[in-house]
C-alpha cells in the first residue's frame, strides 16, 4: 500500500505526535488518570473520532495491521472512513480480522475475541469525565479525582437502584482502574466492561472535543463499580444470534420489516462472520 | 486547657481594609454546644468558615484533637470533614443535592467513608429520617418536593448519619417561620443530647442561643467581646456591646 506523499505519515506532523506520545506514556504511568493533550483539529467533524484517531496516528507504524470498529461492525461509515483515512494517510495494511489486527480503533464495542499483547485497543471517547453528570464543576472534579473522593459516583448508582430497582446503567459504566482511578470506559455496553479487566492488550482512549488521554496498561485491574448486595451484571439480550447462534456474545436487535418482525445479531460483525464460516465449514 | 477538642488562637483575617477576624481565641470542648452571637457582619460566620478549614486565616492557630488543621493537607482536612466534623447550611439548598433522593443524600456521607451495601445504607437512612421526624415513605422522594422546615431536618440528618464529633452550623433556624423553628431546636436539642455532640453554633436569635447552648461567645467587629456560661451572659452581661443586644431581645 502507497501513501499519499502530501502528508506526513499518518497525517500528523512529527512534533504533534511525541506531544501524544508523552500524554500516552504519562497516561500509562498512571492508569485511569485523565491527561490533557494539545487535541488538534481532524479532517473529520467532533463525535466521529478525533481523540481516537490522533491517538491511533501517535501509536502507528507502517508495519501496522489496522482494524477500526464502530458499534462492533467493520462495515459501518466511520469504520470504513477512517480505515480509509490512514491507508491514504500512512499507507498501512487493514484488515477485518481481530486476530490479525495490530491496532484496533473502536467506537462503543470491544472485540468478542481475547485481545493478545501484541495488540493496542484505541477507544474513541465522547466525554472522559466519569463524574461529568454529578458535579458540573471540571475544577472540582479534578480535586475528587486527587483525593479519590468517589463517594458521589456510588450516590448515583444508589440512586439507579432506588428508582429502577437494579443498577440501570447499561453503557458507559464506571470502572475502578488499579484501585485508584475512577474511569469512564466510553460508552462500550456494561457487557465488556469484565473484558478490560487484566486485559493482555494496551488499552488507549482519546477525546479530541475534551481533549484528554488516558490509559490501561496490560494486565491492569478494571473493576466495575457496584454494592455488596447489588453486584455488577453484564447485560445481554436473551436470545442467540439469528445468523451464527452464538449465546455469548453482544447483540444488536435490528428491525426487519415494518410488522413488528425482529432479529437479534452479533454487534461484533467479524466475530459473527468467523462463527458463521466454521459452522459451514464443518457442515 | 490542653483536652479541648477544637482550639483556636489569635485568629486574625482582613477583607481589605475590614478586619472580620481580629485576634480570635476559642475552645470547645467535647460534647459541648457554644453559641457566637453578634450582629450582622460582626465577624460570625467567618469565624465559622475559619475554624472549620474553608477560609484560611491570615494569622493564628486550629487545633483539633491534637493536629494542626490549618497545617493539614486537603485530603486529610476533607476525611476530617467526612468522618468527625459536620457542617449544616443556612440554606439546605448549599447543603444538600436537591437533584438527589433523600436516602441518597443521607446515604452520601455513608459511601464516602466506605459504605458498599445498599440495603444497610437504606436501613440507616430511614432510621435517620425517622430521627429526624420526616415521613420514612418520603425516603425517594426529591428534597425539592420537601417543605423548608423539612429540607433543613434532612440536612441535620444527612449530616450527622457518620456520627461526627463536632458540628458547625451556621443559622441553621434562618430562613425558617417561628413554630417550624422552635420544632427544629428541639430536635437538634435532644440529637445533641443523645449523640454527645460538640456544636459550633453560630446565631444572630438570643433565644435560640439561651435554648441550646452551654456557653455564649459574644462577637463584634471581628473581636470577641464576651465570653460566658450562657445564664451568666445573658442575665448578667458585662460588655455595653452584650447589654444592648439582650436588651433588643424583643419580648413575645
Partial sequence: MTRDPGYNFAYLDESTKRMIRRAILKGVAIPGHQVPFGAREMPLPYGWGTGGIQVTAAVIGPADVLKVIDQGADDTTNAVSIRAFFRRVAGVATTERTAEATVIQTRHRIPERALTENQILVYQVPMPEPLFRLEARIAETKRMHALADYGLMHVKLYEDIARHGHIATSYNYPVMVNGRYLMSPSPIPAFDNPKMDRMPALQLFGAGREKRIYAVPPYTSVRSLDFEDHPFRPIRAPHACTLCGARDSYLDEVLTDDRGGRIFVCSDTDHCAERQASREAAE | ?252
Fill in chain 2, 1 to 252: 486547657m490542653s483536652n479541648a477538642l477544637l482550639s483556636a488562637r489569635g485568629l486574625v483575617l482582613r477583607f481589605g481594609r475590614i478586619a472580620a477576624l481580629d485576634g480570635v481565641d476559642l475552645d470547645i470542648w467535647p460534647g459541648e454546644v457554644v453559641a457566637i452571637v453578634g450582629e450582622s457582619g460582626s465577624g460570625k460566620t467567618t469565624l465559622l468558615r475559619a475554624l472549620s478549614g474553608l477560609v484560611r486565616p491570615e494569622a493564628g492557630s486550629v487545633t483539633y484533637a491534637g493536629q494542626d488543621v490549618l497545617a493539614m493537607g486537603e485530603a486529610a482536612r476533607r476525611d476530617l470533614m467526612r468522618r468527625e466534623w459536620g457542617f449544616v447550611h443556612q440554606n439546605p439548598r448549599d447543603g444538600l443535592r436537591m437533584g438527589v433522593s433523600a436516602g441518597g443524600n443521607i446515604g452520601e456521607r455513608l459511601m464516602a467513608v466506605g459504605a458498599r451495601h445498599y440495603g444497610n445504607i437504606r436501613a440507616e437512612a430511614t432510621a435517620w429520617l425517622q430521627r429526624v421526624e420526616i415521613d420514612p415513605d418520603r425516603l425517594d422522594a426529591l428534597p425539592r418536593t420537601f417543605s423548608g422546615g423539612m429540607q433543613q431536618r434532612l440536612q441535620i440528618a444527612r449530616t450527622l448519619v457518620t456520627r461526627p464529633r463536632l458540628v458547625f452550623m451556621d443559622e441553621p433556624t434562618g430562613g425558617l417561620d417561628v413554630s417550624v423553628q422552635a420544632r427544629l431546636l428541639d430536635l437538634i436539642r435532644a440529637l445533641v443530647a443523645e449523640l454527645g455532640l460538640a456544636v459550633l453554633i453560630v446565631t444572630h436569635d438570643i433565644a435560640a442561643a439561651r435554648l441550646l447552648a452551654h456557653r455564649i461567645v459574644v462577637m463584634r467587629h471581628g473581636r470577641v467581646v464576651e465570653e460566658g456560661l450562657t445564664d451568666r451572659v445573658l442575665d448578667d452581661p458585662q460588655h455595653p456591646y452584650t447589654q444592648l443586644l439582650v436588651a433588643s431581645v424583643l419580648a413575645a
